[in-house]
């Protein structure tokens, strides 16, 4: 029995450039959703969401429209900088920053509005500007959250199927992914391969999800020992 883990090699690398990317996309949202109170908040919120219950292969059938050489932005991407979205790890990058994008928002968003405002308001006091105060105040003392929307994001993205199947298809060492590939030997019948593959994916998750709660236990028992 011969097994290619590149696949696996494949997502990990799409779930680090993919974190990587929506963290600093998401961070400076989040903190602008934690603070603001503007009427279109519920309307931001919804957006980013949008992704959570949308059928992926409705999310990538769009975006397999987007970023097809017949539509404007495909043709503009071409023309002016030589790049193609579709059926390339890059486009799985895009495709998979909109896929995950609520898994890092929502924690970063949740962890900024559960500090207290005595503690932001001071630091605007002391003179500090809105970027320190999220990157030296803000972001330290939300620990917990920040973890959970890094881990969780790149193991979401590691788990991605009909997103990454739409855009990027299944091209070896492009954008052949783990869940593509097991998806392709239960349609040939090669079940052992299939079972490995799963397992190895079943584990990967489960530490991850261990590895998290674990961390927030602790983390929690530290702060509450702290505080008494």
Do not use: C
Not at 113 to 125: C, F, H, P, R, T
Not at 154 to 165: I, K, R, S, Y
Not at 190 to 203: G, K, R
Request: aromatic share 14%; net charge neutral.
């Amino acid at each position: 029995m011969q097994v290619d883990f590149t696949p696996f090699l494949l997502s990990f690398k799409l779930a680090f450039v993919t974190t990587l990317l929506l963290f600093f996309i998401a961070l400076p949202f989040a903190w602008w959703l934690s603070q603001t109170r503007s009427k279109t908040k519920p309307l931001f919120e919804a957006l980013s969401a949008l992704p959570i219950v949308l059928p992926p292969s409705v999310l990538g059938f769009y975006l397999l429209v987007l970023f097809s050489q017949t539509s404007p932005l495909g043709v503009f991407l071409q023309e002016h900088f030589h790049i193609s979205l579709v059926f390339t790890f890059w486009g799985l990058v895009v495709a998979s920053m909109m896929y995950s994008f609520p898994f890092m928002l929502q924690p970063l968003q949740s962890g900024f509005e559960g500090l207290k405002q005595e503690m932001i308001e001071a630091s605007y006091v002391s003179g500090k500007g809105k970027l320190t105060t999220l990157l030296r105040v803000a972001l330290p003392n939300i620990k917990p959250s920040l973890l959970t929307a890094l881990i969780v994001t790149f193991a979401h993205t590691v788990g991605e199927f009909g997103v990454v199947l739409m855009v990027g298809g299944s091209i070896p060492n492009e954008t052949k992914v783990a869940s593509v590939a097991i998806y392709e030997m239960v349609e040939v019948m090669d079940y052992d391969n299939a079972h490995i593959y799963s397992a190895v994916m079943l584990v990967i998750s489960f530490s991850v999800l261990l590895g998290v709660y674990v961390f927030n236990h602790r983390y929690k028992r530290h702060i509450g020992a702290f505080g008494s």
